[in-house]
């Protein structure tokens, strides 16, 4: 009879855990909150600007011990540039799903002059003041939390934010007692911003190593609305370099002007006949193979984009017309001028003619698009208006012979990838966040943005979702990027809750 009472109690202890989880999470997440903090600031305190491979190294140093006094075991897999950082453990045993947790540890190089504080690398806390911030004392997090204060430093959002959040939902784990129903393997890109060209090589070399049944990107923002998100998709990435070459050096405009071209002249006319008024491209063939079924733009029209409130907040009257709204308008490939360079502007202006002109270009890639293809019509494109094209500074010999010239460079960083909903992950992570919120998240078909997820989801046969957990307006890879405190604690909640979540069979 005792024990006939002890199973009847422990059944009804069990039933009400289960509906108080989110409840739990809540309590774990805001418990781990202080020592979450002081390890952000130590890891946002470490350069990493991935065009410095000390700084990585030292970086790879700090993850090592992070994830060993963790109970991972760590290993550094050897590319053609920086390394990537392997973390494991076997919380399930033999058996048990195994998810590949994909993070980014490098960022965007720094201009200290257009930083509103001394040191990108030392972060500050700040509260909204006016139109602006204001820099606080740390010291004010001990009296209370406001949501609304926000950590500005490099990479606080892309992407040490998310490694901190995902450290301390372990640490949280552990203090509250749960045991994860599965292995985690843990992959660091220590390349990201520089493209991770060694990536596709590391993963077909490791692949063994990489094995497992799914893969979770925790990276880059949620949908403009800050409200839950999954995104099952994100396009791909190539570049390239176009310059137009004129004289030698340049020369006075009073002297040659009406004589010389021009080549800013030049690459403007170039670049405005490759799309139309609307924003479209007009290269033949460029949108080719990608079609939106009738499905498809029903999931798109499930995202609550509020296009009228998207101009505004962006400061724009009109917008491209390549789809009928934002989540159409990503599913296509794009081309987009990133930088132009010709002569000297403000200050610096001068009266000459200038001896070149450069546009930097990225195309964004769909699962649909050939990065090669593409380049290839663009390529021809400007062939066939006449340019004779190399791969870097013109001989004399083609000066003098060649009427247009120009010079064409490019680069495939990878390509996109894109992963059903009702997907492994997909069920999973939906599950587990319609669980924490009682609703559902938003779900996104492909992210606007870029990360190197196809090599994994091609390679390994991995299906790939995101979850995001930064605000959207983080100001990532610009000057005074930031994390909302608000956020930074949600996404605590939401690991916790996605690691606490059993996995479907």
């Known amino acids: 009879m005792r024990m006939t009472s002890f199973l009847f109690l422990l059944f009804t202890w069990n039933a009400a855990a289960q509906s108080a989880a989110p409840q739990r999470i809540e309590k774990l ?10 390890l952000y600031r130590e890891l946002l305190s470490l350069p990493n600007d991935a065009h410095d491979p000390q700084d990585i190294l030292r970086l790879v140093e700090w993850l090592e011990a992070a994830f060993e006094e963790r109970r991972f075991t760590t290993e550094r897999l050897p590319t ?17 799903r195994t998810v590949l947790i994909y993070l980014q540890s490098d960022g965007q190089p720094v201009d200290p002059s257009r930083w509103q504080q001394d040191d990108p690398f030392q972060p500050v806390l700040k509260e909204q003041h006016g139109d602006g911030w204001r820099i606080i004392p740390w010291e004010r997090l001990e009296a209370g939390f406001d949501p609304e204060w926000r950590i500005f430093a490099r990479s606080a959002s892309d992407s040490k934010g998310p490694i901190a959040q995902f450290l301390a939902a372990l640490d949280a784990l552990e203090k509250g007692g749960i045991q994860p129903g599965l292995n ?23 692949r063994q190593r990489l094995a497992a049944d799914m893969m979770v990107i925790l990276d880059g923002p949620p949908h403009y609305t800050n409200r839950p998100t999954l995104k099952f998709g994100a396009r791909g990435i190539a570049t390239f370099t176009l310059t137009v070459y004129g004289a030698r050096a340049p020369q006075h405009s009073g002297h040659y002007g009406n004589y010389l071209p021009n080549p800013a002249l030049r690459l403007a006319r170039i670049l405005a006949s490759m799309k139309d008024e609307q924003g479209r491209v007009i290269i033949p063939g460029f949108y080719e193979g990608v079609r939106l079924t009738p499905q498809a733009k029903r999931i798109l029209a499930r995202v609550p984009d509020d296009e009228e409130d998207i101009r505004r907040r962006l400061g724009v009257a009109s917008r491209d017309l390549v789809g009928e709204n934002l989540q159409e308008a990503v599913q296509y490939p794009s081309l987009n001028i990133r930088g132009l360079s010709s002569g ?13 002109a450069t546009a930097e270009v990225d195309v964004r890639l769909v699962k649909e698009s050939d990065a090669n293809r593409l380049l290839r019509l663009v390529r021809r494109h400007i062939e066939g208006l006449g340019y004779h094209l190399t791969q870097g500074e013109p001989s004399e010999e083609e000066r003098l012979i060649h009427a247009k010239l120009a010079s064409f460079t490019s680069v495939i960083s990878y390509p996109a990838f894109r992963t059903e909903f009702d997907s492994l992950p997909g069920r999973w992570l939906d599950s587990a966040l319609t669980r924490l919120h009682g609703h559902q998240p938003i779900k996104i078909r492909t992210s606007g943005g870029s990360i190197p997820i196809a090599p994994f989801v091609e390679t390994l046969g991995l299906p790939a979702v995101s979850v995001p957990t930064v605000n959207p307006d983080n100001n990532q890879h610009s000057p005074n990027e930031n994390l909302r405190l608000g956020n930074f604690l949600e996404g605590i909640r939401v690991i916790l809750a996605v690691l606490s979540e059993e996995v479907p069979s």
């Open 184 to 206: 985690l393997k843990v992959i660091v890109d220590t390349e990201e911003e520089l493209g991770s060209p060694h990536l596709p090589q590391a993963v077909q070399r490791y």
């Open 344 to 356: 000297w502007v403000g200050q610096q202006a001068r009266t000459i003619v200038p001896a070149t």
């Open 29 to 38: 997440a805001e418990d781990q909150l202080q020592p979450a903090l002081r």
């Open 80 to 96: 053609g540039g920086s390394p990537l950082l392997l973390a494991e453990r076997a919380f399930a045993g033999p058996g048990a």
